[in-house]
């Protein structure tokens, strides 16, 4: 047996749901079907790739790795038949958080000029701590900090001083620079999945006694603006995301974050080493 499009459909449609019978009524098919559908993809494999021994069903270590290809593949199928996208082939370009800061809008404007023919898609996702590109949503991703990104090339793109991020009308806000020590006496805002700020940035035993979980920056900068939290980013933030109920100051005693371009080899688009090379030529010119 060949495995196609569907065999991967009816895996994705399991592992997101954790259940047949729900990931069965999804795909308006028949629970039966469904599982002998993923029989066949297993055996076609040669892997087990979902744990049926619990009634809730979870994925197997191998599951969890080919969900990402999978997810990919089928993200890819997708792409090349939106009728929407027929007449070009976009370069999209993921990003969690600020993309490039004060170097977006030039990246933006020459990659217009100098390629017209191929749309600049710059997708922010949020979701995922590689900004779609291991799930195959985007086709070069915009990282800090990332760690080890595997199956993924990288290149370091440039350094971001980091800043604190306070409310303006609260008494962090009087001082011109503020340490580690000064942000752990208040609950510290803090993206598990994206975010480049963890525990580990304070040393031991003197991080913030509380931390207050976001899923994205707008709800990060509204837990600060709003006094329930404190933070810590970059200077892409404090250039994209201007508020007048925050104050960004220098922080003086953590280190730079690392911003990386990363992308899959081989290649999603034939574009990407000339996107590449742009990127690096306007941090390099600024």
Do not use: K
Not at 140 to 151: E, H, N, Q, S, T
């Amino acid at each position: 047996m060949t495995a196609d499009l569907r065999h991967l459909r009816a895996f994705l449609a399991i592992a997101a749901e954790g259940n047949v019978t729900r990931a069965a009524a999804r795909l308006h098919v028949t629970q039966p079907a469904l599982s002998r559908t993923l029989r066949q993809l297993e055996q076609h494999l040669g892997v087990r790739l979902v744990d049926r021994s619990t009634h809730h069903l979870a994925l197997t270590g191998a599951g969890e790795r080919y969900r990402q290809r999978a997810e990919a593949a089928v993200a890819a199928v997708d792409a090349t038949l939106d009728p929407a996208a027929a007449g070009a082939w976009p370069l999209r370009v993921g990003h969690a958080w600020s993309a490039l800061g004060v170097h977006t809008t030039t990246l933006l404007r020459r990659w217009a000029g100098a390629h017209p023919d191929v749309p600049l898609e710059l997708l922010r996702i949020d979701d995922d701590r590689t900004a779609g590109l291991a799930r195959g949503r985007c086709d070069v991703a915009i990282l800090r900090d990332p760690g080890p990104v595997p199956g993924m090339r990288t290149a370091r793109l440039l350094s971001e001083r980091r800043f604190a991020v306070v409310p303006v009308d609260g008494p962090l806000a009087t001082h011109t620079a503020l340490s580690l020590t000064d942000l752990a006496t208040e609950p510290v805002a803090m993206n598990p999945l994206t975010g480049s700020t963890t525990r580990g940035l304070w040393p031991p035993g003197a991080g913030p006694a509380r931390v207050v979980e976001v899923g994205n920056t707008d709800d990060w900068l509204v837990a600060i603006a709003a006094g329930r939290a404190v933070g810590v980013s970059t200077e892409a933030t404090v250039a994209v995301y201007p508020n007048p109920d925050v104050a960004y100051l220098p922080l003086t005693d953590a280190p730079p974050v690392e911003v990386v371009l990363a992308w899959p080899e081989p290649v999603t688009h034939p574009s990407v080493p000339t996107l590449i090379d742009l990127a690096f030529d306007v941090v390099t010119a600024a």
